[in-house]
T-cell receptor, first 116, second 111 residues
Framework: DAGVIQSPRHEVTEMGQEVTLRCKPI?????LFWYRQTMMRGLELLIY????????DSGMPEDRFSAKMPNASFSTLKIQPSEPRDSAVYFC??????????????FGPGTRLTVL | QKEVEQDPGPLSVPEGAIVSLNCTYS??????FMWYRQYSRKGPELLMY????GNKEDGRFTAQVDKSSKYISLFIRDSQPSDSATYLC???????????FGKGTTLSVSS
């Protein structure tokens, strides 16, 4: 977990409220991924960025979800308005692909979101 | 049908047992095959990765990939209570793309 800081670690909110999840990579990377984990569906990609540019957002469930990466050191995932079915653990992961060999995706500790 | 199928378990074994975890997949373009371990309330951590087909060994862990059968395995020898976790298989077509995960198998090793 040392390569990625996520905040908050836990979030409990009421349906209809806006939720903002934050990811701060510590180590070098050129890719940043947002995943969501639920018991029913497992770990699924929401969106990923390459050098701060969104590459694939096909996993974003609907227009209520948006993600930004204003610089290499920060990314946000926003849900507005939130719904109970958004309750899940949200992970940020980073990867550096330079050097010609495979480099692992480092996952953050996750944000556990509960929408009441 | 999901791209990656994994038996969720749970799997309970005594200490010292050999554990076999498996995944099947449908996308023949997958080239990178990973096993992640996830402890409760933590993020997944890479355990092993294999490029294309073949075997890879690291201590008590062995990963196997059979691309012709679209089947991957992770073997754990001399299992320890500290191996108790959820094991997730993951795959990707290229190094800089998203991982496609299995749902994970929960393993419990009793002492």
């Amino acid at each position: 977990d040392a390569g990625v800081i996520q905040s908050p670690r836990h979030e409990v909110t009421e349906m209809g409220q806006e939720v903002t999840l934050r990811c701060k990579p510590i180590s070098g990377h050129d890719y940043l991924f947002w995943y969501r984990q639920t018991m029913m569906r497992g770990l699924e990609l929401l969106i990923y960025f390459n050098n701060n540019v969104p590459i694939d957002d096909s996993g974003m469930p609907e227009d209520r979800f948006s993600a930004k990466m204003p610089n290499a050191s920060f990314s946000t995932l926003k849900i507005q308005p939130s719904e109970p079915r958004d309750s899940a653990v949200y992970f940020c992961a980073i990867q550096q692909t330079s050097g010609g060999s495979y480099n692992e995706q480092f996952f953050g500790p996750g944000t556990r979101l509960t929408v009441l | 049908q999901k791209e990656v199928e994994q038996d969720p378990g749970p799997l309970s074994v005594p200490e010292g047992a050999i554990v076999s975890l498996n995944c099947t997949y449908s996308n023949s373009a997958f080239q990178y095959f990973m096993w992640y371990r996830q402890y409760s309330r933590k993020g997944p951590e890479l355990l092993m990765y294999t490029y294309s087909s073949g075997n890879k060994e690291d201590g008590r862990f062995t990963a196997q990939v059979d691309k012709s059968s679209k089947y991957i395995s992770l073997f754990i020898r001399d299992s320890q209570p500290s191996d108790s976790a959820t094991y997730l298989c993951a795959m990707s077509e290229q190094a800089g793309t998203a991982l496609i995960f299995g749902k994970g198998t929960t393993l419990s090793v009793s002492s």
